[in-house]
């Protein structure tokens, strides 16, 4: 058979044409399919890890992210508020060593923390669920001379240092739940993840 009057150039175009419709069909298909393996946000709600980029927290300052539907506070704490903690007095906390298992096993000493500038803990008041307020000032009026900076729960008075420490006296019985958390970098952290895990 002659194909001398056959036009290959139309020949080539619907090919082409044919194998780019596919192409896009294909995309069609396979972008809800890779979209559906991400969890979605109830998963993310219900437990899954977030990823909280602390890069711009200044020091004095709070973020708030929501692991597990509950906040959890990032704070940078201040030099000052290292050593306030450290000056602090056994006999003003309930729990000052943190022996009250409630939190990773690698959380120990006063910082209660993985990095000494970083507070990370679930804002919730552990007496009945209240959020407390971030009181990062020194001696207000409201608090006392003693005060040094931390929390402050308006629900029924309760009170925690800026490591989430609970002070003696106060309806909260323990101190601040610390998550379970790990860093990927200087700057960046991941919530819901145990250290021991990463």
């Known amino acids: 058979m002659s194909t001398d009057g056959v036009d290959n150039s139309k020949r080539r175009f619907l090919t082409a044409a044919t194998a780019a419709v596919g192409a896009v069909g294909a995309g069609f298909v396979a972008v809800p399919f890779l979209k559906s393996w991400s969890p979605s946000a109830a998963a993310k709600a219900a437990g899954a ?10 020091p004095g ?12 506070w990032i704070v940078h704490r201040t030099d000052k508020n290292l050593e306030d903690l450290k000056a602090m007095a056994d006999a003003e906390l309930a729990d000052p060593n943190s022996e009250i298992p409630q939190q990773p096993d690698y959380i120990k000493g006063t910082n209660r923390s993985l990095n000494d500038k970083y507070l990370v803990a679930v804002g919730l008041c552990t007496h009945l669920g209240c959020s407390p307020t971030y009181r990062p000032e020194v001696a207000p009026e409201d608090l006392g001379a003693d005060w040094k900076g931390g929390f402050y729960c308006p629900c029924h008075g309760s009170k925690f240092d800026l490591s989430g420490r609970v002070y003696a006296g106060v309806p909260a019985p323990t101190n601040l739940i610390i998550p379970p958390y790990t860093y990927i970098s200087d700057t960046r952290l991941i919530v819901g993840v145990d250290e021991g895990a990463a």
């Not at 890890?49 to 200044?58: A, F, G, M, R, T």
């Not at 300052?61 to 959890?72: A, D, E, G, H, N």
Request: glycine share 0%.
């Open 49 to 58: 890890p977030v990823e909280v980029d602390i890069s711009k927290l200044q």
């Open 61 to 72: 300052q709070l973020m708030r992210v929501l692991w597990q539907k509950k906040p959890i």
